[in-house]
C-alpha cells in the first residue's frame, strides 16, 4: 500500500502516555502519509476526576475518526479507558481501534470486547481500520 495521503482526526487514549508509545505512533503512521494531516486530540490532563473527566474526555473525542486504544492491561489507566469507551459508543459511535503493540498476551477484555478492529502494529493496517471504520463526512 505505501504512502498515503491523510487527513485524519484522531482522538489518543490516555494508555498512549505509557512509556513513549504515543511518540512512536506519530512516527509510524507519519511515515506512510504525504500531506500528513493528522489531528491529534490527546486525553485531557489526569488532574481531571469523575464527571469532569468524562465531560472532557467526550469533547475531546467529538468529531474524531476514530479513537486509537493500545490492547495491553495498563491498570493505571483503567478509569480513563472506560470513560473513553464510554464517550465513543454515545452519540456517533465513533470507532475504537485497539491495537496490539507487543502481541500482548495479557489484552484488556474491556478494550477487546468494545473494539470495532484489533490490529497489530503495522501502519497499514492501522490507517486502513480507521479508514474502513470511519463515518464519511
Not at 467526550?58 to 493505571?76: N, P
Not at 481500520?129 to 470511519?134: P, S, V
Request: aromatic letters at 8%.
Amino acid at each position: 500500500m505505501g504512502v498515503q495521503q491523510c487527513t485524519l482526526k484522531l482522538y489518543i487514549s490516555r494508555s498512549w502516555q505509557f512509556n513513549n508509545a504515543f511518540e512512536q505512533l506519530e512516527r509510524l503512521l507519519s511515515g506512510h502519509c504525504i500531506n500528513h494531516d493528522i489531528t491529534y486530540q490527546m486525553a485531557p490532563s489526569p488532574a481531571y476526576k469523575g464527571r469532569q473527566r468524562f465531560e472532557l474526555i467526550k469533547e475531546k473525542i467529538s468529531g474524531c475518526d476514530a479513537v486509537l486504544i493500545l490492547c495491553g492491561v495498563y491498570r493505571g489507566y483503567s478509569d480513563w479507558i472506560s470513560k473513553e469507551i464510554v464517550a465513543c459508543k454515545q452519540d456517533r459511535h465513533i470507532p475504537i481501534i485497539a491495537i496490539d503493540r507487543y502481541n500482548d498476551r495479557n489484552k484488556s477484555p474491556l478494550v477487546i470486547r468494545h473494539a470495532n478492529r484489533i490490529v497489530k502494529w503495522n501502519a497499514e493496517l492501522i490507517l486502513s481500520a480507521i479508514r474502513e471504520l470511519a463515518d464519511p463526512i
